[in-house]
């Protein structure tokens, strides 16, 4: 089944599509007796057409140096001529005798040929383009794998005048190609990939100049380099990497997560392929040294195997990690041996033939058992646990039926992170979680039993399903509550850390204990990286944000920071020791500009993620705090603690004032806007003044006109953060009842009976929204091998929570679930005809793009900005590429022809 992943296919081949469709629906009236019309001139329209096409893939089949096109084109030309000299014949037969049997079935033939051939040809000249940009990307791979070995001046010099132009061209035909493609995930992948490879170029060039130097001037911090250099290699690496593995995607699953297991395994099943030709070529190499090159691409790939060990089958995971032992006992003795200088030697040169055979056995193995993982279908928790709250539900809505134990691991993984989020708390707060932990992990056992024992329907399972329900929401909301308080925490400030950690890297060579300070601000950056990151992990996990891209994107910025954290210090720590090296300092402000753009990123994410209400309350409650902090320094006459607490006052006002300006911003609402804007300015004002009070009274904290002045203005910053709160938060209107009266009043006169010698007509039935009543949508459960069939129950299901009276989006919706379901049951040959089956496609692809109009044109009435760019108001049918059914009409040909 074709899929079309991109602009050009998609072009092409949809109108041959309607076309064809044309002529199986003439050739279905036949069967009923009628007459065929005359094709004479449509078919000759399309020998002219496949004339043409055959004579340019000819022509690009005999001019291109693809091996793999030269096989595959052929083919699909002759398929695409045959096929018209079949259309010829059945126009010839059906002019002579419009009636003929035979003619029908060439005309089918010959449809079936033309639709195919043409999809076929399409595919493999696009195959042949990926295959020049992954060429050009493994040309790069090359020039990475080599710059470890890379130390002399003139190498650097040679290297970058290699690898320039080959990014150079990466850049351009990646940059091509995303804009041709039509999922826009796998475009927005290849951007970040492409961004993240152009950053670090510099960076790497960099990191390799100072290793060099350093290198050659044999002084310290050669460790620190070298280890900056082979970061960055690696960041590279993986970013090309990456984007060979979704150049080669033609179908995209909204419901895939980076972090899901059969996603991991193929980027690490990717790497290893990726890493085979230089372990390859230094197992040929007897002269080759320890710690090489190709030596370390050996054991990245067992890394690599052992990731896939750990997510596959068992049976899998077990001959995987088998082999990797072997190799690594035969890589180790081979090293041995090499180091020894008998790498010539008989033993050696056997075993480096083991190796070899044994890597490809491996990578063998790898690709089975993602291959048997792909197979096994066994649904995945989910990565939130919001999404993981839900396949609780579900379970418990109907806890006898047999959902292979997702529910029940749903609910456990919720119990831990739960207990995750419960470390990094105290006092009260903490054992009210861990107590709400403990319930809901009890009575998920107790109805786990009970369902094992057969008795999930019974009245006590049902009673416990309840509670366990209720518990679970509790739980969830405690735990978004406690990272709130978190984030409020951990990100009041992400600035001061860095600073102080530059301005120790950039201290004097005349300032006295410039090392030791330099190693405690090092080390209070990397806990504070260590403490943000791990809470945007939580928040990325367990803060409520239902959108995958933020959630991914806060995922992949909390691990930039994290991995940065360690190289940014290393390179910190040479600039300190070669405070005069133009490279030590370059090297040090790229890194440093990186860091802080991605701590910056990570933050922005953060407040986007979480609930802005709920931050700014918590901010609020974290205000308070210090203000009783404060008041305790001026009673203990304790000047450096009242500085410190008025300071992280105004730090976390001004949190409040950047978040409420970017509430302001992403709304069009004017009064919104004109409510946030006023509301943060006086908080503006609040905080000068709560600066200015706090100035005045540092000095001499005993100052009674003084201390008053401030818990004054103190005061008003408070009541201005809860303004802010107000203005943000949005309350549904409410009736107004002001002409509501309970007053006793005088009931109206009871009208006449009705007079005449009929009773009055019955009043017309009351309208229902329902439109099942209309289109009956099958009842019972759908089969596991009924995938269209559980797409429109999972939709039908949806949409019936929702009224769809005065609501169009929700009436197409569940219009469109009933024409799946009528979809389904046409595939399976429950009834209806070929010309049946095409026009319930038809129906689908125009309910379809009635639902997206709806969407979109509610999108641009939203005055929230971010609503706009939510792609799942869409309700493109890319999403359910996933059971294997593309509902457009080239798809259901190729399933009738």
């Excluded at 096989?71 to 005798?97: C, F, G, I, N």
């Excluded at 383009?129 to 040679?158: F, G, N, P, S």
């Excluded at 990565?383 to 529910?407: C, F, I, M, Y």
């Excluded at 509550?481 to 600073?499: M, N, R, S």
Aim: charged residues 25%; contains cysteine.
């Amino acid at each position: 089944m074709p899929v079309f992943h991109t602009k050009t296919i998609e072009s092409i081949l949809e109108p041959v599509a309607q076309q064809v469709s044309r002529l199986v629906i003439l050739h279905e009236e036949a069967e009923d007796g009628n007459a065929m019309p005359d094709l004479e001139r449509p078919v000759f329209a399309v020998s002219r057409a496949v004339e043409n096409l055959c004579k340019v893939g000819k022509e690009t089949v005999y001019s291109t140096d693809d091996l793999i096109l030269k096989q595959d084109m052929p083919q699909s030309l002759q398929r695409v001529e045959e096929a018209s000299h079949l259309l010829e014949d059945a126009s010839r037969m059906l002019k002579a005798d419009p009636y003929s049997g035979p003619a029908r079935k060439k005309l089918i033939e010959g449809a079936r040929g033309i639709l195919q051939g043409t999809s076929s040809l399409l595919l493999s000249f696009d195959e042949s383009e990926v295959r020049k940009i992954i060429r050009e990307c493994k040309k790069v791979l090359e020039y990475l794998a080599i710059a470890e070995v890379v130390e002399t001046m003139e190498d650097l010099v040679q290297f970058v005048k290699d690898m320039s132009p080959g990014l150079t061209n990466v850049s351009k035909m990646v940059d091509a190609r995303e804009k041709e493609l039509t999922h826009q995930v796998h475009r927005e992948i290849l951007i970040r990939c492409l961004d993240n490879t152009k950053n670090f170029t510099p960076v790497l060039i960099s990191s390799m100049k100072i290793f060099i130097q350093i290198l050659s001037q044999g002084g310290n911090g050669l460790k620190e380099s070298q280890e900056n250099r082979n970061y960055l290699v690696q960041r590279m690496t993986d970013e090309i990497n990456e984007i060979i593995r979704v150049l080669q995607l033609t179908t995209y699953d909204e419901d895939e997560w980076d972090a899901d297991d059969l996603t991991v395994m193929k980027k690490s099943q990717q790497a290893i392929e990726s890493k085979l030709v230089p372990a390859h070529e230094w197992l040929l190499d007897p002269t080759a040294i320890r710690g090489g090159v190709g030596e370390k691409a050996i054991r990245s790939i067992l890394d690599y195997a052992l990731k896939v060990a750990d997510r596959c089958a068992p049976e899998d995971a077990d001959q995987i990690r088998k082999t990797v032992s072997n190799i690594n006992t035969m890589a180790d003795t081979l090293a041995d041996l090499r180091a020894q200088g008998k790498g010539t030697s008989p033993q050696a040169q056997a075993l480096a033939k083991n190796i070899d055979s044994s890597l490809l056995n491996l990578n063998q193995l790898v690709q089975q058992a993602i291959s048997n993982s792909e197979k096994s279908g066994v649904q995945q928790p989910a990565h939130t646990v919001a999404g993981r709250v839900e396949q609780a539900q579900k379970w418990l809505r109907n806890p006898q039926s047999d959902d292979k134990g997702l529910g029940y691991q749903a609910v456990t993984l919720v119990v831990d992170e739960g207990r995750k989020v419960a470390q990094g708390l105290s006092g009260p707060e903490r054992a009210e979680l861990l107590r709400c932990c403990d319930e809901v992990e009890q009575l998920g056992h107790q109805l786990r039993d009970l369902c094992r024992r057969g008795q999930g329907n019974s009245p006590q399972a049902q009673a416990i399903a309840r509670q366990l329900g209720s518990k679970l929401n509790e739980l969830k909301d405690r735990i978004q509550g406690a990272l709130v308080t978190q984030v409020v925490a951990d990100f009041a400030d992400i600035t001061t850390p860095l600073k102080q950690f530059t301005d120790a890297a950039l201290a004097p060579e005349s300032k006295p204990n410039r090392v030791p300070e330099f190693e405690d601000k090092a080390n209070k950056l990397a806990i504070y990286a260590n403490n943000a990151s791990h809470t945007a992990y939580m928040v990325a996990a367990a803060g409520g944000c239902r959108d995958k891209k933020t959630v991914e994107a806060l995922n992949q910025a909390a691990r930039q920071v994290s991995d940065l954290t360690p190289q940014l210090i290393n390179a910190g720590r040479i600039r300190l020791m070669y405070p005069t090296n133009k490279s030590a300092d370059e090297h040090f402000e790229m890194l440093k500009r990186q860091y802080a753009d991605s701590l910056t990123q990570m933050r922005n994410l953060v407040d986007i993620a979480i609930d802005t209400p709920a931050f700014i309350k918590a901010t609020e409650e974290a205000i308070i705090r210090h203000t009783g902090q404060c008041e305790d320094a001026i009673r203990r006459n304790q000047q450096p603690h009242f500085v410190e607490n008025t300071s992280n006052i105004a730090r976390l006002a001004n949190r409040v004032l950047m978040v409420a300006k970017q509430e302001s911003d992403n709304s069009e609402d004017v009064s919104f806007k004109e409510n946030v804007d006023g509301a943060s300015d006086d908080l503006n004002r609040a905080i000068h003044g709560m600066v200015q009070g706090a100035t005045a009274l540092a000095p001499n904290l005993q100052h009674a006109p003084a201390a008053t002045q401030w818990r004054t203005a103190n005061k008003g910053l408070i009541t201005s953060v809860g303004n802010v709160r107000q203005a943000i938060t949005v309350y549904p209107e409410e009736p107004d009842m002001s002409q509501l009266s309970m007053q006793d009043e005088a009931a109206p006169p009871r009208p006449p009976p009705p007079g005449g010698a009929y009773p009055p007509p019955r009043p017309p039935p009351p309208e229902t929204d329902d439109e099942d009543e209309m289109m009956q949508f099958p009842t019972g459960t759908p089969q596991a091998n009924q995938p269209i069939m559980m797409a429109a129950h999972s939709l039908h299901q949806e949409a019936r929570q929702w009224s769809s009276r005065d609501n169009e989006i929700i009436a197409a919706a569940k219009r469109m679930a009933i024409l799946m379901a009528r979809l389904s049951q046409l595939v399976r040959g429950e009834g209806g005809t070929k010309k049946d089956l095409i026009a319930c496609a038809k129906a689908i692809a125009d309910a379809s793009e009635e639902v997206t109009r709806l969407a979109k044109e509610l999108a641009r009435q939203c005055t929230d900005k971010r609503m706009r760019m939510v792609p799942f108001l869409c309700f493109h049918f890319a999403s359910y590429n996933n059971i294997g059914v593309q509902p457009c009409l080239s798809g259901i040909l190729f399933f009738i022809l």
